[in-house]
Every structure is written in structure tokens, then in C-alpha cells.
């Protein structure tokens, strides 16, 4: 479910549409129509808060049992959403089948002229209304369908946004996998947290096994096993670590509470010797504690609202 994604500034498109003479477009979306307030969308649906952000004065509420398909343009859609702006709604969200996508462009040309493309979506736009489509990814089976009142769309465009996610884009692969991994900054939702964690902890896991099923070779000079599992290890360590900060900044928890946690762990490895028989025991211990912290982490929900470490991830 598609509903935070950037939009575009609509200004120009919006502006050449009104100059097409063309007519104006639906403002309502099955039972929904914009300028509707959360109260009268709840007498058909159930509405539940998924973000705010408190800086544009927005919320993104899902929607359910109510309407489950209804036409749009002659099309069946599945009412996934609104976005609610100074209490109205701003915008309603539906989904199509992505193989239906390009049926339903030839079908919004005919009556709207020709879209334009930008930013991963095509805009059908005029000074009253707008319609964004997404362009789906290789992986996603359906697309999202923006119906947008056009004046809360431009008070919604976000070009810096977009401009940084194409700068993104365009760096090479290490960047990315840099950003995604090793880099401590920001928030990271449960949804993204958890495949990153299990790609990075399962490793770390087979390594750690792998030390106490065979120590034996681990003994003695450098060799290739020590010299993989130090360098393997360590990025999966620096990782989880940058992984489980920006979980806890999406929770809203000060790293201060990390880094306590660490010195525990710390703590436990020096007196190994005098409380646990031996350095080697306190040493897995502390990396149990550990690996169990990192897996609990992906049991707590993110903040619904910008905090200091930043807005609400987009996932």
C-alpha cells in the first residue's frame, strides 16, 4: 500500500490542462469525495491512523470494511486511502492490477489528453483536480491511483524529496548498499528492519556456530579461517549495530540507551574470567545478549509522527 509516496509539482502540467479546454474531472472515488472529513469517510469505512507528519499538517489513514471494488473510469479499484489536510481530505488512494495499467492510461487519454510523466508516475492534471499512477516495480503486483484535489497536491509536492531520491539512484551500487547497511543516520521501520537484520544477523549466526561447534580452527597463527571470520564478523557487527540504531531512532529511544547496553556487554566480557570459568564463554554470552537485543528491536513500534531523529520512514 502505496499512500506516502513524493509528488511532483503539478504548477506547469496543471496549467497546461486548463489551457486544453478539457473537462473537469470526478472529485469523488466510490463513496468518498475530496473535501470529506475523516468523520463522514468513517459511516462507510473503517479509517485507521498509518502516518502524520506534523510538519505539513497531514495524516495518512488506511481504509477497510467497507466498499471493497468500485469503478473508476470504467475500471475496478480497491479504496485503499485517504490523506486528510486541515481535516479534508487532500487526496483518495485506490489500487488496480498492474497489468491493468496500461488499459487503464488509454482509457484516462481519451477523456483527460495525454499524462505526463515524472517522477515513477503519470499526472493527468488541471487546476481543480489531479490523478497520479504509479509505475510499478518489477516486484509489485498492483499500482496506486492518487485522485488529488490540485491545490492541496502543489501545498504536498515535495521536488527536493524527489531530486535526492533520483540523486540516490543514480550512485553506484556500493553507495547503496552503504546507505542501506553501514549508515547509522535516520529512522527504519519494522517493515524495513526486519529482511535487513535476518540478511545480515543469519551470517552472524552460522559464524558464531560455526566458532563453538569447531574452535579448533581458530587456534593458533592467522590463517583463512580467522582472518573471514574477522573481517565477515566485523561487518556483520558494524552493521547490526547501524541497523539497530536507526530501529531505536524509529522508536524514539535515545541512543544513550545503546550505548548503555553495549557497556553491559562490555562489562560482562571483562569479568568472564572470575564469573563465567573463561574470556571464551563470557565472549558468546555476550554475543547471545546481543544478537537477542537485535532480534527484540523488530518487536516495537515506530513512532507515528515525525520525532527528532526525523519524519516517519517511508517504506
Known amino acids: 500500500m502505496d499512500m506516502d509516496f513524493n509528488i511532483p509539482d503539478i504548477t506547469e502540467n496543471a496549467d497546461k490542462a486548463a489551457g486544453g479546454g478539457k473537462h473537469r474531472k470526478p472529485r469523488r472515488a466510490g463513496k468518498i469525495r475530496l473535501g ?4 463522514s469517510i468513517s459511516k462507510f469505512y473503517t479509517a485507521t491512523e498509518e502516518k502524520k507528519d506534523e510538519d505539513r499538517g497531514i495524516s495518512f489513514y488506511s481504509l477497510s470494511e467497507g466498499e471493497e471494488k468500485f469503478s473508476f473510469y470504467g475500471m475496478d479499484v480497491s479504496m485503499i486511502g485517504v490523506c486528510i489536510r486541515h481535516k479534508k481530505t487532500a487526496a483518495i488512494y485506490m489500487e488496480l492490477p498492474a497489468k491493468e495499467r496500461e488499459n487503464f492510461i488509454k482509457t484516462l487519454e481519451k477523456t483527460e489528453g495525454q499524462g505526463q510523466d515524472a517522477a515513477g508516475m503519470t499526472i493527468f492534471a488541471d487546476t481543480v483536480t489531479s490523478i497520479f499512477v ?12 492518487a485522485l488529488m484535489d490540485s491545490e492541496e497536491a502543489k501545498a504536498l509536492s515535495d521536488n527536493e524529496a524527489i531530486e535526492k531520491e533520483e540523486e540516490e539512484k543514480s550512485k553506484g551500487l556500493g553507495h547503496k548498499i552503504f546507505k542501506v547497511y553501514f549508515y547509522p543516520v535516520g529512522r527504519m521501520s519494522r ?13 552472524a549466526s552460522i559464524l558464531f556456530a560455526i566458532t563453538c561447534l569447531k574452535p579448533e580452527l581458530f587456534v593458533g597463527d592467522l590463517n583463512f579461517y580467522i582472518f573471514f571470520f574477522l573481517v565477515l564478523g566485523t561487518l556483520c557487527f558494524i552493521s547490526l549495530i547501524s541497523l539497530g540504531i536507526r530501529r531505536l531512532s524509529d522508536i524514539g529511544i535515545s541512543h544513550l ?12 566480557n571483562q569479568v568472564g ?16 545478549i546481543f544478537m537477542i537485543a537485535v532480534v527484540v528491536l523488530a518487536f516495537f513500534p515506530g513512532e507515528n509522527k515525525k520525532n527528532k531523529y526525523g519524519p516517519v520512514p517511508k517504506d
Open 191 to 203: 517493515k524495513s528492519y526486519i529482511p535487513k537484520m535476518l540478511g545480515v544477523g543469519i551470517p
Open 134 to 145: 504509479t509505475k510499478p516495480e518489477k516486484s509489485e503486483s498492483v499500482i496506486t491511483i
Open 273 to 288: 574470567d572470575t564469573f563465567l570459568g573463561s574470556q571464551l564463554m563470557a565472549t558468546r554470552v555476550a554475543a547471545v
Open 36 to 39: 470529506d472529513t475523516i468523520r
Open 257 to 268: 540507551y545503546y550505548w548503555l547496553f553495549f557497556f553491559v556487554l562490555f562489562a560482562i
